[in-house]
Each structure stands twice: as structure tokens, then as C-alpha cells.
């Protein structure tokens, strides 16, 4: 155990210094995330809550919503929808929303920086990512606590393929974060790879949270601890031969949730924070549909996924141009989520101007 807590020293307190701030490079391609399965399986983690009631003297809570994205056109549509569905609801009922950034780590400004509050990062250096597009997040997050001026004492971490369905309250509570449950993240499964990286001596495997970084709403110093461990933490499982295959593409997200814990932040989990069509059905009371999976349908409202649809609508058919305007709506029988979300992305594109330019 001894050689563990060394070995995990020397990770978390590896200057974030020797990571260089010149060297540019391009992220263009998209990390393909696919995962079948429903994430209504969350249900099976513990503790899970349903929403917390607000009393109407609560104090605001301001939360600052940060989204991470490369300059390839794949992350820029997505954000461009994502902040102008934010836009809309930043000023509703009992929002808690505050300022917005896309946190850009491409190292050079973009023709969006009017249209959308941008920091610009710097990249990882060249070849450090190993074709992992998704381990400049951390390094990202970790330049805009260190050099932006934050006005807002939380922050909600979110993504391009977000959409904010209707206003966010701040879900933390008590020194502890709010994040979604993902079924797929097993620390208690992977436990003697974890103690790589979480030492005994941290506590039990089980105070490690089956979360990403995204969606969870922190208080900003408690991000600002997390970060450059989180950073680190991603580099080494990176690294690590074993790590890398049992985590693959969510290896990022195990890093993060390792990190939460290792500094004594638990997250309150919330399952109802957002849905997955088309795993997902129906839209409900959630506050985010997070629109990672393709929906692929027959022309009778038939779900046919792994199978292209006669009707689909996938992200990631839109890698190098955007969405067109007025995208064809599901044919009958398809569910009231799939159906939410092609409309909001519909509607969102008629109003963005110069869209697809």
C-alpha cells in the first residue's frame, strides 16, 4: 500500500507547469461514444433522490455553466444550440443559472467568439491525448479556474450535446455536489484498478461516486482542489495499459469521480438531473436532454437500434457539417423525448443566425 501512496503522490503533485501552453493542435475528430443500454439502469445506485424542493425565500445560488469543446464543426453546432437553449432559460422560474463560458481548448479563437462567451485554453500537447480527444477537458478546466474571474461561488460542468430543457436550480447541497448517475460507471467492479489511483488509506472504493464531471454543479473551490488531480489522474490512466482497456472511452469520467473522492467531495446523485433518449422516453420533470446516442426508427415508431433507421437522428452524422434547418420530425409511435429533442434542436437552428455558415 505504502508504494500505491507514493506512486500517487508523485501523480497528483506533478506540476501542471509542465504541461506547455504553445503547442497548437486540431480537434477535429469526434469521440464516438457508444454505448447500448438504458440509463434508466442508474436506478440501481445508491443514494439516489429525487429533486429537492425549493422554499421560495431560499437564498440564490448562483451557478456558472462551463461546457468544454474543440473548434471542430461537430462540438461548435452543439454548442451553439446548447448556449442558445440556455439563453432561454437562464432568467426562468427558480433558475440559478448565472454566467455561461465554452471553455475552447484549441488554443486560437474562433468566428464564434461573439456569439457564444468563450475562454480560450490551450491544447494538450501534441500526441499527449493519444487520439483521446476527451483528456483536454481536464487541462482545460483546469486553465479557466486559474485564469478566468469567475463571479459565481458554484459551477454547473456540462457538455455540447447538452440541452437545457427548462431552468436549473442549484442542486448541491452541504458541501456536496449534484451529478448524475451513469449505470456504466462500476467502481466497486473495478476496484483493484481504482486503487491505483485511490490508495486504502482514501476509504472505501464505495466513496467513489458511479459519476463523469458532467452534468454536476460544485462549488467553485471545491473544482479548483479537483481539477488539476483530475488532469493528472486522466494522464496516468491514460498511461497505464491495464486502465486504459477496462475503461476505454469513459476512462475520463472514472478519473474525475476518482478525484471527487479523493479529496472528500461526495455528490448527492441525482437520476432525475437528465434523460438519454431514446433510452429515455419521456422527458418528464428532468433538466437536460443529453443526446449521445443515435435514435434510429422504423417508419412505424419502431425502435431499431445498432440498426440504421428508415428515420434516425445521430449526432454524429453531422461530424464535418451541421445539421440542416427543419430537420425531419419522427414518424408516429416514436417517444415524446426523441420527438422533444428534434424539435428544440429545430427550433434552436431557425434562430441562431447565419446557421450553418
Known amino acids: 500500500m505504502g508504494c500505491r501512496d507514493t506512486f500517487y503522490t508523485l501523480i497528483v503533485t506533478f506540476s501542471v507547469a509542465l504541461i506547455t501552453y504553445n503547442i497548437l493542435i486540431s480537434a477535429n475528430a469526434p469521440l464516438k461514444q457508444e454505448l447500448p443500454g438504458p440509463s434508466r439502469s442508474s436506478s440501481e445506485f445508491d443514494p439516489l433522490i429525487k429533486m429537492m424542493p425549493r422554499g421560495s425565500n431560499s437564498k440564490k445560488r448562483l451557478f456558472h455553466t462551463a461546457v468544454t469543446a474543440s473548434d471542430s464543426v ?10 442558445y437553449w440556455f439563453k432561454q432559460h437562464k432568467n426562468g422560474p427558480n433558475s440559478d443559472m ?43 478546466f483546469v486553465q479557466w479556474l486559474q485564469k478566468a474571474d469567475i463571479e459565481e ?35 466497486k467492479k473495478y476496484e483493484s484498478v481504482l486503487r491505483k489511483y485511490f490508495p486504502v488509506n482514501k476509504g472505501p472504493i464505495t466513496n467513489i461516486n458511479p459519476i463523469g464531471n458532467s452534468p454536476v454543479i460544485i462549488a467553485k473551490d471545491s473544482l479548483k482542489k479537483i481539477a488539476p488531480t483530475w488532469m493528472n489522474v486522466s494522464l496516468a490512466m491514460k498511461k497505464d495499459p491495464e486502465t486504459d482497456k477496462a475503461f476505454g472511452w469513459v476512462l475520463e469520467m472514472y478519473a474525475y469521480a476518482v478525484s471527487s473522492a479523493f479529496h472528500g467531495v461526495g455528490n448527492i446523485l441525482h437520476k432525475d438531473f437528465m434523460i438519454q433518449p431514446p433510452w429515455d422516453t419521456e422527458v418528464g420533470d428532468k433538466f437536460i436532454i443529453h443526446f449521445t446516442y443515435g435514435c434510429d426508427y422504423d417508419l412505424k415508431g419502431k425502435l431499431t437500434y445498432g440498426k440504421v433507421g428508415e428515420w434516425r437522428f445521430d449526432k454524429r452524422s453531422f461530424t464535418t457539417t451541421a445539421p440542416p434547418r427543419n430537420l425531419p420530425l419522427p414518424p408516429p409511435g416514436v417517444p415524446q423525448s426523441v420527438v422533444t429533442l428534434v424539435k428544440m434542436v429545430n427550433e434552436a437552428t431557425s434562430n441562431i443566425p447565419n446557421w450553418g455558415s
Request: charged share 15%.
Open 98 to 140: 448565472g454566467g455561461f463560458t465554452r471553455i475552447l481548448h484549441s488554443g486560437k479563437p474562433d468566428k464564434y467568439m461573439d456569439e457564444i462567451p468563450t475562454f480560450i485554453a490551450q491544447p494538450l500537447p501534441a500526441g499527449t491525448d493519444q487520439g483521446y480527444i476527451v483528456l483536454n477537458r481536464p487541462w482545460a
Open 74 to 83: 461537430y462540438n461548435t453546432w452543439q454548442c451553439r444550440v446548447m448556449y
Open 153 to 187: 461561488d458554484y459551477i454547473l460542468m456540462a457538455e455540447p450535446d447538452h440541452i437545457i430543457v427548462k431552468p436549473i436550480p442549484n442542486l448541491s447541497k452541504a458541501g456536496h455536489g449534484a451529478a448524475f448517475p451513469f449505470f456504466y460507471i462500476e467502481p
